[in-house]
Protein backbone atom coordinates (compact mmCIF):
# COMPACT_ATOMS: atom_id res chain seq x y z
CA UNK A 1 0.00 0.00 0.00
CA UNK A 2 1.06 3.26 -0.64
CA UNK A 3 0.26 6.24 0.96
CA UNK A 4 -0.17 9.79 -0.66
CA UNK A 5 -0.69 13.19 0.03
CA UNK A 6 -1.30 15.17 -3.38
CA UNK A 7 -1.23 18.92 -3.97
CA UNK A 8 -0.63 21.81 -6.62
CA UNK A 9 -1.15 25.01 -7.04
CA UNK A 10 0.01 26.70 -4.29
CA UNK A 11 1.76 29.62 -5.87
CA UNK A 12 4.51 30.54 -2.96
CA UNK A 13 4.87 34.25 -3.67
CA UNK A 14 2.36 35.16 -5.33
CA UNK A 15 2.34 38.89 -5.57
CA UNK A 16 -1.52 39.93 -5.06
CA UNK A 17 -0.90 42.93 -6.82
CA UNK A 18 -4.08 44.38 -6.05
CA UNK A 19 -4.11 44.17 -2.59
CA UNK A 20 -2.70 47.39 -0.29
CA UNK A 21 1.00 45.98 0.69
CA UNK A 22 0.14 45.21 4.15
CA UNK A 23 -2.90 42.85 3.15
CA UNK A 24 -0.36 41.28 0.26
CA UNK A 25 2.54 40.48 3.02
CA UNK A 26 -0.42 38.91 5.04
CA UNK A 27 -1.52 36.63 2.63
CA UNK A 28 1.53 35.45 1.12
CA UNK A 29 2.60 34.85 4.50
CA UNK A 30 -0.95 32.50 4.78
CA UNK A 31 0.35 30.80 1.58
CA UNK A 32 3.63 29.72 3.50
CA UNK A 33 1.60 28.30 6.41
CA UNK A 34 -0.78 26.69 4.20
CA UNK A 35 2.29 24.60 3.08
CA UNK A 36 3.92 23.63 5.73
CA UNK A 37 -0.01 23.07 7.70
CA UNK A 38 -0.11 20.48 4.83
CA UNK A 39 3.43 18.74 5.23
CA UNK A 40 2.41 18.61 9.04
CA UNK A 41 -0.93 16.69 7.96
CA UNK A 42 0.93 14.53 5.73
CA UNK A 43 3.08 13.53 8.74
CA UNK A 44 0.28 12.71 10.45
CA UNK A 45 -1.43 10.34 8.07
CA UNK A 46 2.24 9.00 7.80
CA UNK A 47 1.84 9.57 3.66
CA UNK A 48 4.96 7.45 1.55
CA UNK A 49 4.79 9.96 -0.85
CA UNK A 50 4.06 14.38 -1.09
CA UNK A 51 3.27 14.84 -4.83
CA UNK A 52 2.94 18.07 -5.99
CA UNK A 53 1.40 19.01 -9.89
CA UNK A 54 2.71 22.24 -10.76
CA UNK A 55 3.02 25.80 -9.61
CA UNK A 56 4.67 25.47 -6.02
CA UNK A 57 6.11 28.68 -6.79
CA UNK A 58 5.42 31.84 -8.55
CA UNK A 59 9.18 32.06 -9.92
CA UNK A 60 9.98 35.93 -10.72
CA UNK A 61 8.62 36.24 -7.26
CA UNK A 62 10.28 33.29 -5.38
CA UNK A 63 12.43 34.87 -1.91
CA UNK A 64 14.84 33.61 -0.10
CA UNK A 65 12.54 33.27 2.70
CA UNK A 66 9.96 31.01 1.46
CA UNK A 67 12.98 29.01 -0.08
CA UNK A 68 14.27 28.75 2.93
CA UNK A 69 10.84 27.62 4.51
CA UNK A 70 9.79 24.81 2.00
CA UNK A 71 13.18 23.14 2.49
CA UNK A 72 13.14 23.50 6.17
CA UNK A 73 9.57 21.76 6.23
CA UNK A 74 10.53 19.06 3.80
CA UNK A 75 14.01 18.22 5.32
CA UNK A 76 11.25 17.73 8.67
CA UNK A 77 9.54 14.96 7.06
CA UNK A 78 12.72 12.74 6.17
CA UNK A 79 10.45 9.76 5.95
CA UNK A 80 8.27 10.94 2.82
CA UNK A 81 9.54 10.81 -0.67
CA UNK A 82 8.56 14.41 -2.03
CA UNK A 83 8.04 14.41 -6.19
CA UNK A 84 7.42 18.10 -8.01
CA UNK A 85 6.44 18.97 -11.55
CA UNK A 86 7.75 22.67 -12.74
CA UNK A 87 4.32 23.78 -13.72
CA UNK A 88 3.69 27.17 -16.37
CA UNK A 89 4.21 29.50 -13.87
CA UNK A 90 7.30 27.79 -12.31
CA UNK A 91 8.63 26.40 -15.35
CA UNK A 92 12.21 24.19 -15.21
CA UNK A 93 14.97 26.43 -16.22
CA UNK A 94 18.43 26.70 -15.03
CA UNK A 95 17.65 30.37 -12.74
CA UNK A 96 14.36 28.51 -11.54
CA UNK A 97 14.27 27.57 -8.07
CA UNK A 98 14.05 23.91 -8.83
CA UNK A 99 17.49 24.72 -10.04
CA UNK A 100 19.37 27.19 -7.58
CA UNK A 101 18.24 25.66 -4.42
CA UNK A 102 19.92 22.91 -2.88
CA UNK A 103 17.35 20.02 -2.30
CA UNK A 104 16.92 17.63 0.44
CA UNK A 105 17.85 13.80 -0.72
CA UNK A 106 14.11 12.69 -0.59
CA UNK A 107 12.94 15.43 -3.47
CA UNK A 108 12.80 14.62 -6.79
CA UNK A 109 12.01 17.01 -9.10
CA UNK A 110 10.64 16.15 -12.78
CA UNK A 111 12.83 18.76 -15.54
CA UNK A 112 11.97 17.61 -18.65
CA UNK A 113 8.80 17.92 -21.15
CA UNK A 114 8.90 14.00 -21.83
CA UNK A 115 7.27 12.16 -19.54
CA UNK A 116 9.78 9.83 -16.73
CA UNK A 117 9.91 7.79 -13.80
CA UNK A 118 11.44 7.89 -10.42
CA UNK A 119 10.82 4.44 -9.21
CA UNK A 120 10.08 3.26 -5.48
CA UNK A 121 11.22 -0.18 -5.20
CA UNK A 122 10.03 -1.08 -1.24
CA UNK A 123 6.53 0.14 -2.30
CA UNK A 124 6.45 -1.39 -5.91
CA UNK A 125 5.34 1.35 -7.72
CA UNK A 126 6.48 4.31 -9.81
CA UNK A 127 5.86 7.93 -9.80
CA UNK A 128 5.40 9.60 -13.75
CA UNK A 129 5.65 12.88 -14.60
CA UNK A 130 6.86 15.64 -16.57
CA UNK A 131 8.18 19.64 -16.29
CA UNK A 132 7.33 22.69 -17.77
CA UNK A 133 10.45 24.75 -19.33
CA UNK A 134 7.95 27.41 -21.01
CA UNK A 135 4.80 28.93 -20.66
CA UNK A 136 3.36 26.57 -22.89
CA UNK A 137 3.73 22.51 -23.13
CA UNK A 138 3.48 20.12 -26.58
CA UNK A 139 -0.13 19.15 -27.28
CA UNK A 140 -0.28 15.38 -27.48
CA UNK A 141 2.61 15.26 -24.82
CA UNK A 142 0.79 11.90 -23.92
CA UNK A 143 -0.78 10.09 -26.81
CA UNK A 144 -0.41 6.69 -27.07
CA UNK A 145 1.88 6.74 -23.75
CA UNK A 146 1.48 3.50 -21.69
CA UNK A 147 3.38 2.29 -18.52
CA UNK A 148 5.80 0.29 -18.60
CA UNK A 149 4.68 -2.16 -16.07
CA UNK A 150 1.11 -2.65 -14.99
CA UNK A 151 1.80 -4.67 -12.13
CA UNK A 152 3.68 -1.47 -10.22
CA UNK A 153 1.64 1.35 -8.11
CA UNK A 154 1.53 3.65 -11.27
CA UNK A 155 0.94 7.46 -10.49
CA UNK A 156 1.64 10.12 -12.87
CA UNK A 157 1.57 13.97 -11.53
CA UNK A 158 0.09 16.30 -15.01
CA UNK A 159 0.00 19.66 -14.83
CA UNK A 160 -2.89 21.76 -17.75
CA UNK A 161 -6.26 20.79 -18.89
CA UNK A 162 -7.65 17.59 -19.96
CA UNK A 163 -9.49 17.68 -23.01
CA UNK A 164 -8.92 20.82 -24.34
CA UNK A 165 -6.74 20.40 -27.48
CA UNK A 166 -4.89 23.12 -29.22
CA UNK A 167 -4.53 24.66 -25.25
CA UNK A 168 -1.04 25.91 -24.60
CA UNK A 169 -1.82 23.79 -21.32
CA UNK A 170 -3.50 20.96 -22.51
CA UNK A 171 -1.96 17.77 -20.91
CA UNK A 172 -3.97 14.90 -21.43
CA UNK A 173 -6.75 13.68 -23.55
CA UNK A 174 -9.51 11.26 -22.38
CA UNK A 175 -8.56 8.80 -24.04
CA UNK A 176 -4.97 9.02 -23.34
CA UNK A 177 -6.08 8.59 -19.79
CA UNK A 178 -8.08 5.41 -20.63
CA UNK A 179 -5.38 3.76 -22.20
CA UNK A 180 -2.56 4.88 -20.00
CA UNK A 181 -2.33 2.07 -17.36
CA UNK A 182 -2.16 4.77 -14.38
CA UNK A 183 -3.84 4.03 -11.49
CA UNK A 184 -3.93 7.58 -10.30
CA UNK A 185 -3.28 10.89 -11.92
CA UNK A 186 -2.52 13.93 -9.74
CA UNK A 187 -3.50 16.64 -11.86
CA UNK A 188 -2.48 20.69 -10.97
CA UNK A 189 -3.68 23.94 -13.15
CA UNK A 190 -7.35 24.06 -12.41
CA UNK A 191 -7.63 25.47 -9.15
CA UNK A 192 -10.73 24.05 -7.87
CA UNK A 193 -11.72 19.64 -7.03
CA UNK A 194 -13.81 18.57 -9.76
CA UNK A 195 -14.24 15.33 -8.21
CA UNK A 196 -12.61 12.07 -8.25
CA UNK A 197 -12.96 10.77 -12.07
CA UNK A 198 -12.26 7.47 -14.02
CA UNK A 199 -11.44 6.63 -17.75
CA UNK A 200 -11.16 2.63 -18.16
CA UNK A 201 -9.24 1.96 -14.93
CA UNK A 202 -7.75 5.16 -14.04
CA UNK A 203 -8.62 7.69 -11.68
CA UNK A 204 -7.74 11.18 -11.44
CA UNK A 205 -8.38 14.22 -9.97
CA UNK A 206 -7.66 17.98 -9.58
CA UNK A 207 -6.46 18.96 -6.22
CA UNK A 208 -7.57 22.66 -7.16
CA UNK A 209 -5.49 25.02 -5.42
CA UNK A 210 -3.93 25.10 -1.76
CA UNK A 211 -5.36 28.85 -1.21
CA UNK A 212 -8.41 30.77 -2.41
CA UNK A 213 -6.71 34.17 -3.58
CA UNK A 214 -9.12 36.23 -4.72
CA UNK A 215 -13.10 36.22 -5.30
CA UNK A 216 -12.16 34.10 -8.73
CA UNK A 217 -11.32 31.12 -6.47
CA UNK A 218 -14.18 30.59 -3.70
CA UNK A 219 -14.89 28.59 -1.05
CA UNK A 220 -12.98 26.06 1.19
CA UNK A 221 -9.45 23.95 -0.60
CA UNK A 222 -8.39 21.39 -0.42
CA UNK A 223 -5.64 18.24 -0.71
CA UNK A 224 -6.32 14.83 -1.61
CA UNK A 225 -5.21 12.08 0.57
CA UNK A 226 -5.27 8.17 1.25
CA UNK A 227 -4.21 5.38 -0.08
CA UNK A 228 -3.50 2.67 -3.17
CA UNK A 229 -2.90 -0.77 -3.25
CA UNK A 230 -2.50 -2.94 -6.06
CA UNK A 231 -2.80 -6.83 -6.47
CA UNK A 232 -1.89 -8.32 -9.79
CA UNK A 233 -2.68 -5.49 -12.29
CA UNK A 234 -5.94 -4.09 -10.35
CA UNK A 235 -5.39 -1.14 -8.02
CA UNK A 236 -7.73 0.03 -5.31
CA UNK A 237 -7.62 4.03 -4.41
CA UNK A 238 -9.28 5.22 -1.53
CA UNK A 239 -8.97 8.77 -1.87
CA UNK A 240 -10.67 12.04 -0.19
CA UNK A 241 -10.42 15.32 0.56
CA UNK A 242 -8.11 17.15 3.23
CA UNK A 243 -9.35 20.74 3.98
CA UNK A 244 -5.95 22.69 3.94
CA UNK A 245 -7.09 26.38 4.29
CA UNK A 246 -9.19 27.68 7.03
CA UNK A 247 -10.14 30.93 5.03
CA UNK A 248 -12.31 31.00 2.11
CA UNK A 249 -13.31 34.10 -0.51
CA UNK A 250 -17.17 33.54 -1.00
CA UNK A 251 -19.61 35.91 -3.31
CA UNK A 252 -23.36 36.53 -2.02
CA UNK A 253 -26.15 37.70 -3.72
CA UNK A 254 -28.07 39.41 -2.05
CA UNK A 255 -31.80 40.67 -3.17
CA UNK A 256 -32.84 43.57 -1.25
CA UNK A 257 -35.62 44.46 -3.71
CA UNK A 258 -38.53 46.37 -2.17
CA UNK A 259 -36.53 48.65 0.21
CA UNK A 260 -37.36 51.88 1.25
CA UNK A 261 -34.37 53.31 2.98
CA UNK A 262 -30.70 51.85 4.21
CA UNK A 263 -32.18 50.49 7.06
CA UNK A 264 -34.41 47.97 5.24
CA UNK A 265 -31.81 47.17 3.10
CA UNK A 266 -29.25 46.84 5.88
CA UNK A 267 -31.65 44.32 7.42
CA UNK A 268 -31.92 42.17 4.76
CA UNK A 269 -28.49 42.04 3.96
CA UNK A 270 -27.78 41.03 7.61
CA UNK A 271 -29.91 38.19 7.68
CA UNK A 272 -28.85 36.79 4.28
CA UNK A 273 -25.24 37.01 5.29
CA UNK A 274 -25.69 35.72 9.22
CA UNK A 275 -24.04 32.18 7.92
CA UNK A 276 -20.31 33.83 7.00
CA UNK A 277 -18.18 34.03 10.18
CA UNK A 278 -14.26 35.80 10.29
CA UNK A 279 -12.55 32.63 8.13
CA UNK A 280 -14.27 34.47 5.15
CA UNK A 281 -13.08 37.43 2.92
CA UNK A 282 -17.38 38.23 1.74
CA UNK A 283 -18.45 40.19 -1.61
CA UNK A 284 -21.74 40.87 -1.54
CA UNK A 285 -23.93 41.60 -4.89
CA UNK A 286 -27.10 43.54 -3.90
CA UNK A 287 -29.86 43.07 -6.41
CA UNK A 288 -33.38 44.22 -7.35
CA UNK A 289 -35.33 47.12 -7.10
CA UNK A 290 -34.90 49.74 -4.61
CA UNK A 291 -36.36 52.75 -3.35
CA UNK A 292 -33.80 56.09 -4.61
CA UNK A 293 -33.42 56.31 -0.69
CA UNK A 294 -31.33 53.76 -0.97
CA UNK A 295 -27.28 54.64 -1.07
CA UNK A 296 -25.22 52.41 0.82
CA UNK A 297 -21.34 52.18 1.38
CA UNK A 298 -18.92 49.35 2.07
CA UNK A 299 -19.02 50.95 5.60
CA UNK A 300 -22.01 50.64 5.79
CA UNK A 301 -22.20 47.05 5.28
CA UNK A 302 -19.13 46.30 7.38
CA UNK A 303 -21.02 47.82 10.38
CA UNK A 304 -23.97 45.65 10.84
CA UNK A 305 -22.02 42.75 9.93
CA UNK A 306 -19.18 42.47 11.53
CA UNK A 307 -18.08 39.19 11.69
CA UNK A 308 -16.49 38.49 8.24
CA UNK A 309 -12.96 39.11 7.87
CA UNK A 310 -13.25 41.53 4.87
CA UNK A 311 -16.70 42.90 3.17
CA UNK A 312 -17.14 44.63 -0.15
CA UNK A 313 -19.95 45.35 -2.47
CA UNK A 314 -20.96 45.66 -5.50
CA UNK A 315 -24.23 47.36 -6.07
CA UNK A 316 -26.38 45.97 -9.10
CA UNK A 317 -29.70 47.58 -7.80
CA UNK A 318 -31.94 49.54 -9.97
CA UNK A 319 -34.12 52.37 -8.77
CA UNK A 320 -37.78 51.90 -7.81
CA UNK A 321 -39.72 54.86 -8.98
CA UNK A 322 -42.88 56.05 -9.84
CA UNK A 323 -42.52 57.20 -13.47
CA UNK A 324 -45.92 58.80 -13.83
CA UNK A 325 -44.92 61.61 -11.11
CA UNK A 326 -41.93 61.87 -12.27
CA UNK A 327 -42.88 62.30 -16.10
CA UNK A 328 -45.23 65.03 -14.31
CA UNK A 329 -43.00 66.64 -11.92
CA UNK A 330 -41.97 70.02 -13.28
CA UNK A 331 -39.16 70.19 -10.77
CA UNK A 332 -35.50 69.64 -11.91
CA UNK A 333 -35.55 66.62 -10.31
CA UNK A 334 -38.57 65.59 -13.37
CA UNK A 335 -36.72 67.59 -16.07
CA UNK A 336 -33.65 64.87 -15.08
CA UNK A 337 -36.06 62.22 -15.37
CA UNK A 338 -37.45 63.13 -18.40
CA UNK A 339 -33.92 63.52 -20.36
CA UNK A 340 -33.19 59.80 -19.38
CA UNK A 341 -36.56 58.54 -19.82
CA UNK A 342 -36.00 57.28 -23.79
CA UNK A 343 -32.85 55.37 -22.24
CA UNK A 344 -34.51 53.76 -19.86
CA UNK A 345 -37.28 52.55 -22.43
CA UNK A 346 -34.46 51.26 -24.93
CA UNK A 347 -34.52 48.06 -26.41
CA UNK A 348 -30.75 47.86 -25.43
CA UNK A 349 -30.26 46.16 -22.01
CA UNK A 350 -26.51 47.83 -21.57
CA UNK A 351 -28.12 51.14 -22.15
CA UNK A 352 -31.16 50.39 -19.87
CA UNK A 353 -28.64 49.41 -16.81
CA UNK A 354 -26.57 52.32 -17.61
CA UNK A 355 -29.69 54.98 -17.33
CA UNK A 356 -31.43 53.34 -14.65
CA UNK A 357 -27.63 53.26 -12.53
CA UNK A 358 -27.74 57.19 -13.71
CA UNK A 359 -30.78 58.14 -12.69
CA UNK A 360 -30.49 56.04 -9.17
CA UNK A 361 -27.28 58.39 -8.35
CA UNK A 362 -28.72 61.66 -10.20
CA UNK A 363 -32.10 61.58 -7.91
CA UNK A 364 -29.77 60.95 -4.80
CA UNK A 365 -27.44 63.56 -5.95
CA UNK A 366 -30.27 66.02 -6.16
CA UNK A 367 -32.01 65.35 -3.32
CA UNK A 368 -28.87 65.78 -1.06
CA UNK A 369 -27.56 62.18 -0.12
CA UNK A 370 -24.19 60.68 -0.31
CA UNK A 371 -23.54 58.78 -3.58
CA UNK A 372 -21.71 55.17 -3.12
CA UNK A 373 -20.68 55.19 -6.30
Given amino acids: MLKIFHTADVHLDAPFSLSDPLEAEKRRTGLRSTFCSMIHAARRMEADVFLISGDLFEDSFATKDTAATVLREIESFPDCQFFIIPGNHDPYSENSPYALLSWPENVHIFTEQSPSYFELPEKNARIYGHAYTSKEIPDGLFSGFHVEDESKINILLAHGFVNIPQSSCNVLMKGDIENSGFDYIALGHVHTHEGFLKAGKTVYAYSGCAVGR ?25 LSLYKCC ?128
Fill in 214 to 238: SFDECGYKYAVAGSISKEGTEAKTD
Fill in 246 to 373: DRRFEILNVDISGSRDNREALEKIKNAAAEYGEDTSLRIVMQGEVSPEVSLTDDDVRRVLRVPSYVETVDNTVPMFDAENLENDMTIVGAFYRRLSSALMSQDPAERKKAAAALKYGLAALCGRDING
